[in-house]
């Protein structure tokens, strides 16, 4: 299949929203940016139309799929019960980079909450994806737009190095302004749960709830079964191995060595090292932004061996690192 690559932010944007929402109600896959990263979008309620995305990433059945909606009053049709604490988020949190998993209805097709009783829904603020889902006039269904296990992507470039010819179209809306999945929060319990750590920190949740608990997966507890089935996936990996390092001592020494061994070294660090591919980032929010566009540049690049500067993990540290280990699998030095 010929995959269309359309840019977006010109004149040609009335036409170009009309055709790709077509597109969707027709079952055919579409790519489109948020704010998070880039989506890879279908009809969220054609079953068939979704399992278009299992096929086109790889992804394993049982990792259930984002329903993306473009107006607050759209999550009524898509669960049973909106109950306090479901309200409180969406209402302080959207539009914007937060995913809310509540109880499903009966349209959801099974094919998007992978046999769960709940459904994930994030109404996104990024004005493209907007646009598109209103064009669609259905709930998009969209996973990030990766094949399943490389890391994310934040670029219509990133989109095409995977999916090009494997889907009808890819909205160019330029890169992503957060970097970093939508933090997932689950509403069905007496206390929300973050699922999944984003940009949207806990800090944050509590201010508005008054508690937030944290999944298991999340603190660091490796016996934890993952209530987000995504979460026990290796997950944004680079073809180098990666190494994150503790303290600037171990990674001077770990780049030196490799050095030594004549090895292609990436490095993504607060500074910048001699004879290496280096990757600066100035701040926990700088990495956040950039973090999976490293990696696939350093990928790019033809690394042999990347190694990475932790952050500490409190506030969206907790989410950067998070992606880190798994890109790493977890390998810490
Ligand atoms: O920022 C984002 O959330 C991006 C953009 C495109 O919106 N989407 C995204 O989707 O990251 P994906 O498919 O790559 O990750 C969705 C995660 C997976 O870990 C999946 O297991 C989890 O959400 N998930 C989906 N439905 C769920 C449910 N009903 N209960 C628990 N976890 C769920
Ligand atoms: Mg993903």
């Not at 010109?10 to 579409?30: C, H, P, T, W, Y």
Request: hydrophobic share 45%; proline share 6%; glycine share 8%.
């Amino acid at each position: 299949m010929e995959t269309k690559f359309w840019q977006l932010h010109s004149e040609n944007d009335e036409a170009i929203f009309k055709q790709a929402g077509a597109l969707l109600r027709d079952g055919e896959l579409v790519a489109f940016p948020t704010e998070t990263v880039y989506g890879l979008g279908a009809n969220g309620l054609d079953g068939r139309a979704v399992r278009r995305i299992y096929e086109a990433k790889g992804r394993p059945s049982d990792n259930p799929l984002i329903l993306h909606i473009a107006d607050i009053s759209e999550i009524y049709a898509l669960t049973e019960n909106l109950n306090d604490i479901a309200l409180k988020l969406a209402k302080n949190f959207w539009p914007g980079p937060m995913t809310l998993v509540v109880p499903k209805s009966k349209i959801i097709p099974d094919e998007v909450s992978a046999g769960l009783p709940t459904v994930a829904v994030r109404f996104p603020v990024n004005k493209d994806a907007q646009r598109l889902i209103k064009a669609a006039g259905v709930p998009v269904a969209a996973p990030s737009a990766n094949l399943s296990g490389k890391p994310s992507p934040t670029t219509a470039q990133d989109v095409m190095e995977d999916m090009d010819g494997k889907i009808a179209a890819v909205l160019d809306g330029g890169k992503c302004a957060v970097g970093l999945e939508s933090t997932i929060i689950d509403t069905t319990g007496a206390v929300a749960t973050i699922l999944r750590p984003g940009q949207i920190t806990p800090e944050m949740i509590a201010k508005v709830l008054g508690a937030v608990e944290l999944d298991g997966v999340i603190k660091g507890d490796e016996t934890a079964v993952p209530k987000a089935p995504g979460m026990k996936y290796r997950h944004y990996a680079p073809q180098a191995p990666m190494y994150l390092c503790r303290n600037m001592l171990v990674l001077d020494r770990n780049i030196q060595q490799a050095l030594a061994k004549n090895l292609k070294v990436g490095v993504i660090a607060t500074q910048a090292y001699s004879n290496c591919a280096n990757k600066v980032f100035l701040s926990v929010e700088d990495l956040a932004n950039k973090l999976f566009y490293y990696l696939r540049d350093l990928d790019r690049a033809g690394v042999d061996v990347i190694y990475a500067e932790t952050v500490s993990e409190d506030g969206l540290g907790l989410a950067v690192m998070n992606r880190m280990r798994k890109a790493a699998g977890n390998q810490i030095l």
